[in-house]
């Protein structure tokens, strides 16, 4: 089978598609034949071995960990899923842009008839990462109050999508050009990146950086007393933070119990992503290198196809 993947870490221009001999799975991993994976922000800051004191140095390595498409094996352990299934899930070892993918299934459940496949590749990673902060680690329920910075990207829009059918009002930063946008879809108020975070000050119940580059001090302003910060993007100075006293959480790994959640908000309408393009494998590192040029999810994923 064919995968994109690389042999040192770099930028675009170190992705290849090669390739490889899939693995059977075994205890609780499932094989699934890949229709569709979606990209993400994650994906380029791993091979460009920004987080590499998580990742290490072991090579080659996949790209991509958003999919959808059909079990055409599993581990004896298995019981959430059966060959034959079409799924939807995320890997956490990177390698969903191929023609097949090994994941565990805690991380991979049935697609809802109503989404094809691209529309489920693209909501796992994304959708998960703000369920998790809004639900299990804020906790936010209606009448409260959610800033996301970043509130037009893949994990912000999620994060209003949630946050806003639990009753909670939201308010985000986006690109100036994009403010109707973001205020068609119910947040109030919206500001630029760069913002004076003052006339705001203790507003919210939490701050949700999405885009990693909100400063402590305007998170700290925007916060109310007792409230929460959370963020997404790792370094090793905010995990260290994250374990001090005081406001700051860094978003964890979610449970398994989320990816069932997405699944039944995906299938009532409650959880989309925009699709801005669609390529085929053969196509996608060209797309890909575009695509990370261009800033990521701004107007909507791209997905890459195998069929």
Known sequence: MKRIQYHRYGGPEVLQLEEFEPRRP?????????????????????????????????????????????????????????????????????????????????????????????????????????????????????????????????????ATEIARNRGVAVGGSCRSTAAQEARDLGIDPVVDFDFDPAPLQGRFDVVFDTSGVLPITAAQTLVKPGGRIIDIKPTLGKMLRAVLPGPYTFNSLPSREVIGELARAAEAGMLRQPIARTVPLAEAIPALAEFENLGGSRGGKLIVTTR
């Open 26 to 158: 075994r205890g609780r991993q499932v094989l699934v034949r890949v229709y569709a994976a979606a990209s993400n922000p994650m994906d380029w800051m791993i091979r460009s071995g920004a987080m590499r004191f998580l990742t290490g140095w072991r090579f080659p390595r996949g790209l991509g960990h958003d999919f959808a498409g059909l079990v055409v094996a599993v581990g004896d352990r298995v019981t959430r899923v059966k060959v034959g299934d079409e799924v939807f899930g995320a890997t956490l070892t990177p390698g969903a842009f191929g023609e097949s993918v090994i994941a565990n299934e805690r991380w991979v459940t049935q697609k809802p008839a109503n989404l094809s496949f691209e529309e489920a590749a693209a909501i796992t990673i994304v959708g998960g990462t703000a369920y998790h902060a809004v639900v299990n680690i804020a906790k936010l329920r209606a009448g409260q109050s959610l800033f996301v910075t970043g509130c037009l990207g893949g994990v912000g829009r999620a």
